[in-house]
């Protein structure tokens, strides 16, 4: 019976869920000089660079191609994005192609892609996409998630990686006057 008895107090004095403290679980105060960004930020338009890769190198300096998928994802509940540009640069920053000739106008919680096949391998190590988005009617957007998907795959080597979006300036219609629209470098 005490053996029971033992147990049971063991079994319960176990369960119990551990506080805070004892978990070593604690949020820290911010560095001295740094600001805490809220987690949604918005902007009435934007800029982006996203690198990407049409081939990397394998350990004797192959070339190994390599598919791009551009994924834009509006991430706004109630407001469209209109995507204004979209080109696609090679490593010496030479435009291969515009991919959106149109305004393309994505809803809440759209997505939209652009796509280089993985035998076009004209981008090189150092490819990368501009875009450009606005709001449709200059309110201000949650940011939205850009990213390049890379994917090859040959014989018995699989290459997937993913790289984000890098902000190169603010384009909304209120703020074109005292920032413009980033240019590339002129070939």
Known sequence: MRLLVLFLLLLFTGCQPLSQDSQGVRP???PSGVTQRPSSATSTGQTLYIPCYSHVYLQDGRPYNLSITLSLRNTSLKHNLV???VEYYDSAGKLLKKYAEEETVLGPLATTEYFVEENDHSGGSGANFLVTWTSE???PLEEPVVQALMIGTSGNIGVSFLTEAKLLGETGRESTSS?????????
Do not use: H
Request: net charge negative.
């Open 28 to 30: 820290l105060p911010p």
């Open 83 to 85: 995507v204004k540009s």
């Open 137 to 139: 009617n200059d309110e």
């Open 179 to 187: 920032s413009p629209t980033p240019s590339p470098p002129s070939q």
